[in-house]
């Protein structure tokens, strides 16, 4: 005899401006959109869109990322985002480009475009000195 429990009904979240955090390595690019407290609606990667390999650091798997992304933020109503690039990596300018086409074609305006990479302030210790 099995119990039918009862489920919560999901919530649909409307969400005025979210925050898109773009983490960019020469191997793959992961993008996940956050509300404006960091709490996580979406993300993607290169490699969970089907892309294998090389090509998960490549600029075109980038903006296939940021598009299907735009796809499924369209039931959040967002109305404006702020995008944090972080690495390194080819697919930084290609996410920010998909992005700001899909602004113009949606109605959402991009209001600021951050770079939050690491930088050492002193960087690694230098190597021995070399005894001859």
Request: charged residues 20%; aromatic residues 4%; hydrophobic residues 35%.
């Amino acid at each position: 005899m099995t119990i039918n429990k009862k489920r919560s009904k999901k919530i649909k979240r409307q969400v005025e401006s979210v925050t898109v955090h773009v983490q960019s390595t020469f191997n793959n690019t992961i993008v996940s959109i956050t509300t404006s407290e960091g709490d996580v609606l979406l993300r993607k990667s290169a490699g969970a869109l089907g892309f294998t390999g090389a090509r998960k650091g490549t600029p075109f798997a980038a903006s296939q990322v940021a598009a299907a992304l735009v796809k499924d933020m369209m039931p959040f109503g967002v109305k404006t985002m702020d995008i944090n690039l972080k690495g390194p990596g080819n697919g930084r300018d290609s996410v920010v480009k998909a992005f700001s086409q899909a602004a113009q074609a949606s109605g959402f305006g991009i209001t600021a475009l951050r770079d939050v990479t690491p930088l050492p302030h002193n960087g690694p210790r230098p190597p021995k000195k070399r005894r001859v």
